[in-house]
């Protein structure tokens, strides 16, 4: 079945590293989101993409970049991961091209990372 | 920017009882969804249902229904019959056509008592 997949599923990295998550989605849907989940906090956007090669910030974008130059994938890359980046990530699709207003997000199973 | 809050953090409900999560919203924008999510202690996203802006009923999944009050701006989750697969984190979420963001609040736990 189709679906959307996130690699790795858990990561241990160290203060300073770069880490890259991977998300790839089979359905061709034009939307991505990536999140990250905490404790008091749910969920908060990072970035988002309209389409490939269009990306735009999120709530808490700072430390992350993302790149999008096929639709079906979307990593996100922390440049020089720091403990507070320690956290649940999620990655979303959504197929509404005009717009997400009316349209569910489909979540990856999520990357759960952890910065010594 | 669009802005949920959810200020229950932890609920509980007797089996076979309603239960309804409170959730409030905030946006300028005149056309959004209101979403519900469910996300069991094994981690993942299960969509549970959705409210257009412009719909004039309550939306309703089966044991699921959204008590959608736009000038007060709530759209709270009611879950009828209470069953213990139903303890999890329950999250709602808002997607604005402006700007194509989609916001979630900080959730709520809740734990169905046998």
């Known amino acids: 079945d189709a679906g959307i997949t996130q690699s790795p599923r858990y990561k241990i990295t160290e203060t300073g590293r770069q880490v890259t998550l991977m998300c790839h989605q089979t359905w061709s849907h034009s939307y991505m989101f990536w999140y990250r989940q905490d404790l008091g906090h749910g969920l908060r956007l990072i970035y988002y993409s309209a389409a490939a090669d269009i990306t735009d910030k999120g709530e808490v974008p700072d430390g992350y970049v993302v790149s999008r130059s096929k639709t079906e994938n979307f990593p996100l890359t922390l440049e020089s991961a720091t403990r507070s980046q320690t956290s649940v990530y999620f990655c979303?699709?959504?197929?509404?091209?005009?717009?997400?207003?009316?349209?569910?997000?489909?979540f990856g199973s999520g990357t759960q990372l952890s910065v010594l | 920017a669009q802005k949920i809050t959810q200020t229950q953090p932890g609920m509980f409900v007797q089996e076979k009882e309603a239960v309804t999560l409170d959730c409030t919203y905030d946006t300028s924008d005149p056309s959004y969804g209101l979403f519900w999510y469910k996300q069991p202690s094994s981690g993942e996203m299960i969509f549970l249902i959705y409210?257009?802006?412009?719909?004039?009923q309550n939306a309703t999944e089966g044991r699921y229904s959204l008590n959608f009050q736009k000038a007060r701006k709530s759209a709270n989750l009611v879950i009828s019959a209470s069953q213990l697969g139903d303890s999890a984190m329950y999250f709602c979420?808002?997607?604005?056509?402006?700007?194509?963001?989609?916001?979630f609040g900080t959730g709520t736990s809740l734990t169905v008592i046998p």
């Open positions: 409210q257009g802006s412009y719909d004039q």
């Open positions: 979303a699709s959504s197929e509404q091209a005009g717009g997400v207003a009316n349209e569910k997000l489909f």
């Open positions: 979420a808002i997607g604005a056509h402006t700007g194509n963001q989609f916001y």
